[in-house]
């Protein structure tokens, strides 16, 4: 039998992804996302009409578990224990995506900025920020706040030259993000 819709899906957005880092998005064309998957324009149409397609299938993917994250953290009760937890979360969620969709985001932001996924995902960053430190909190609360959720997605590129694992990666930034927000005055319910 064939392959399942699914893993053709999957496997285009795998393909695109690796032709946008080799060649930036703009420069890849579907044409060439057709040829890397040896199957024709036509069969590459029947599951995205365009590399906006793939990137939104991509995105609406990361956009609904970070929705489920910021569902979560609103139920809770605003305590120190609660933030620590977004922060884990999220890192679950970044590293549990891999670095492929997160380092499109970055090596492509004039894009980002074009797309309409950018901005939900630029929502989606901020409704997190507030949960970590409300807009009452001090401006130096809100800072390190913002400054936690950058150093996760910052700890997937930081160390790609060095000789570390993905876990310890992941380590580094979560004990980061975890400081930045452990000092904060945070009002407890």
Same mark, same amino acid.
């Given at each position: 039998? +064939?392959?399942?819709?699914? *893993?053709?899906?999957?496997?285009?957005?795998?393909?695109?992804?690796?032709?946008?880092? =080799?060649? +930036?998005?703009? !420069?890849?064309?579907?044409?060439? #996302?057709?040829?890397?998957?040896?199957?024709?324009?036509?069969? @590459?149409?029947?599951?995205? !009409?365009?590399?906006?397609?793939? #990137?939104?299938?991509?995105?609406?993917?990361?956009?609904?578990?970070?929705?489920?994250? #910021?569902?979560? +953290?609103?139920?809770?009760?605003?305590?120190?224990?609660?933030?620590?937890?977004?922060?884990?979360?999220?890192? *679950?969620?970044?590293?549990?995506?891999?670095?492929? %969709?997160?380092?499109?985001?970055?090596?492509?932001?004039?894009?980002?900025?074009?797309?309409?996924?950018?901005?939900? @995902?630029?929502?989606?960053? !901020?409704?997190?920020?507030?949960? @970590?430190?409300?807009?009452?909190?001090?401006?130096?609360?809100?800072? !390190?706040?913002?400054?936690?959720?950058?150093?996760?997605?910052?700890?997937?590129?930081?160390?790609?030259?060095?000789?570390?694992? =993905? =876990?310890?990666?992941?380590?580094?930034? %979560?004990?980061?993000?975890?400081?930045?927000?452990?000092?904060?005055?945070?009002?407890?319910?």
């Amino acid at each position: 039998m +064939g392959e399942h819709r699914g *893993d053709t899906r999957a496997r285009i957005q795998a393909v695109a992804l690796e032709l946008f880092a =080799e060649q +930036g998005y703009e !420069k890849t064309s579907l044409r060439e #996302i057709a040829e890397r998957l040896n199957v024709t324009k036509a069969a @590459l149409y029947y599951h995205f !009409k365009t590399k906006e397609d793939i #990137i939104v299938s991509l995105f609406d993917d990361a956009l609904a578990r970070l929705d489920d994250l #910021i569902a979560w +953290g609103r139920e809770q009760p605003a305590t120190l224990e609660t933030r620590q937890e977004l922060v884990r979360r999220y890192a *679950d969620q970044l590293y549990g995506s891999g670095p492929g %969709i997160m380092r499109f985001a970055q090596e492509n932001q004039g894009t980002m900025r074009d797309l309409a996924v950018g901005e939900k @995902l630029r929502c989606r960053v !901020k409704d997190l920020i507030e949960l @970590l430190a409300d807009r009452k909190a001090p401006l130096t609360e809100q800072l !390190k706040s913002a400054m936690a959720v950058f150093t996760l997605n910052a700890a997937l590129f930081t160390f790609r030259d060095y000789d570390i694992t =993905e =876990e310890e990666r992941r380590a580094t930034g %979560i004990a980061v993000a975890l400081e930045l927000i452990s000092g904060s005055s945070h009002a407890e319910s």
